[in-house]
């Protein structure tokens, strides 16, 4: 990091229990602390379900990792208990207990030189505004109520103007590019919403393959891919480096080489920061294209 940028690792669906990929862990732990970032960025599906052996694992992950940047991370579908409250019909307390005892606060906010890093909440397991009339999404999609794009907008209003506005949430908000779903129910609410906001870039995850992209050309979006073995189509999983100067957000993939248990810098994206002109000033790289 430098005074005239920030950079922030971005990583998601570490997915601890069966499905982690341990040779990956433990590469990121050798290979990030090399990135110089300011802060680390871990946008949920921490484990597989919810169980104790599983958050643990990622707690002692994250308190490695902390020795070294601040970290903040969010909650994922699979990080929370929904079936201890379907439909919330026992309060939504019961659902995060457990996620709370190990990592704290749902909704963090992360202050770090050059940058405001705010979590917003997306994982309400069997929510009645994540139900959809697809049964496959049943505890699995997401949804941004209108109180907490309202609760990000108030923080980042009280932000430095200097400070780069960075949302975390755990659901995908583009289409991934394979899946062609929506992590979100009722985007373009959401979509809305976020653009309101005042974020420079969204970070999010949950779709288990890397993308980079805008909303409507003028709010940029890190996907960060999984850690596990549940990649699609057998891609090579990917984590991203997101760089915020004065002018543009740039997304640089990490590709995992299962060969040299390494990760190799890879495709890059650059996006026009928030504010007039808002159009990308570049887009370069191979076949992550959204
Ligand atoms: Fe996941
Ligand atoms: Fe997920």
Partial sequence: M??????????SDLHFGGYADLAQIEALEEFLPS????????????????????????????HRLRSHTPVLLVPGNHDIEWWRS???LLGNERKYRKYIGYFGDLTPVLEVPGAIIAGALSSYGVALGSLTWNIRDVAVKG???????????AIFAQASPLAARVLVFHHNVLPG?????????????????????????ILCGHDHQEGAGQIEGALAVSTSGTHSSRVRGGRPSVFNLVKIDARAVHIQHFRWQPESRQFQRSDTYSFARAGPPRVAVSVAGGDQGL
Avoid: K, N, Y
């Fill in 86 to 88: 379907p439909l919330g």
């Fill in 177 to 201: 590019a394979m899946s062609r779903r929506m992590g979100l129910a009722r985007w373009r609410s959401a979509h809305r919403r976020l653009l309101a906001t005042g974020a420079d870039v």
């Fill in 143 to 153: 949804h941004l109520p209108a109180s907490e794009t309202e609760r990000v907008t």
């Fill in 35 to 62: 990135l110089g970032a300011g802060a680390a960025v871990v946008s949920g599906d921490l484990s597989q379900r919810a169980r104790h052996g599983e958050f643990q694992a990622a707690h002692a992950f994250l």
């Fill in 2 to 11: 430098s005074a005239d940028h920030v950079l922030i690792a971005h990583l």
